[in-house]
């Protein structure tokens, strides 16, 4: 199998290092890939591929959220059939107290619409998994000591989670919508020994599907903020 990776940062450099043991690998930087609005720069024979992952990051110095959907419907031109979505839980709003898969989502803020629209776009391109990534931490990604909203509970997962549940998903051909987050969801203040007796507040997004539908179990169940080597 081909595996193209569009997106080779945080995320999808050392995704791409790991399936290449078991699979040919494409990465985009190798072909100059650069993606606008309105066009593809560079070989798009990168493209030539049997599955294509995703992983372009969402710019929050975006002055107009609405750049990203433009920017993927460009690749949905030269995508294959089957492609891999990294979407985001920040899909959901924070009224939210149980974040399912299920949930139709009424966008409170531009950037829930932006991207929302663009998993509509994945969704009608064809066959299609779009995982939507709590909060990211590992290798040279810490937890932030401090977030204003101590008494929210936390919604995060390790980079090697991610890079395993993608590997399964490959494995299995698995198509659908998934959270992917830890089960781990204790209020910020005890995460970081702050505890205050506070009222919860927040969204708790659930890994339900996940575990059910794909079997997996987590290397990183509970967060731990020291977790740093990457190596699934």
């Not at 999808?12 to 190798?30: E, R, V």
């Not at 995703?54 to 030269?78: A, C, D, G, S, W």
């Not at 919604?155 to 998934?178: A, R, S, V, Y």
């Not at 919860?200 to 890994?207: C, P």
Request: charged share 20%.
């Amino acid at each position: 199998m081909i595996i193209s990776v569009l997106g080779c940062g945080w995320l999808g450099l050392p995704l791409a290092k790991y399936l290449s043991k078991n699979y040919t690998i494409k990465k985009s930087p190798d072909f100059n890939i650069r993606v606008f609005e309105d066009h593809i720069s560079g070989n798009l024979d990168f493209f030539n591929c049997d599955l294509l992952i995703i992983t372009l990051p969402f710019k929050r110095t975006f002055e107009n959220p609405f750049i990203y959907p433009h920017q993927i419907r460009q690749v949905l031109k030269h995508a294959p059939k089957w492609v891999i979505f990294t979407s985001s839980t920040s899909i959901y709003p924070d009224t939210l107290l149980l974040a399912t898969e299920d949930i139709s989502i009424e966008p409170q803020t531009q950037r829930q619409q932006a991207l929302l629209e663009t998993e509509q776009l994945i969704q009608s391109h064809g066959a299609s998994t779009i995982l939507r990534l709590a909060g990211l931490y590992g290798p040279g990604r810490p937890i932030r000591p401090y977030n204003p909203d101590m008494n929210t509970p936390i919604n995060l997962i390790h980079l090697d989670d991610i890079i395993l549940i993608i590997e399964k998903i490959i494995q299995e051909k698995i198509t659908g919508l998934f959270n992917l987050v830890s089960d781990d969801h204790r209020y910020r203040s005890e995460l970081h020994g702050q505890f205050k007796d506070q009222k919860k507040i927040g969204k708790i997004v659930s890994n339900q599907k996940l575990k059910t539908e794909l079997g997996y179990q987590f290397k990183y169940p509970i967060v731990t903020p020291d977790a740093s080597p990457s190596h699934p």
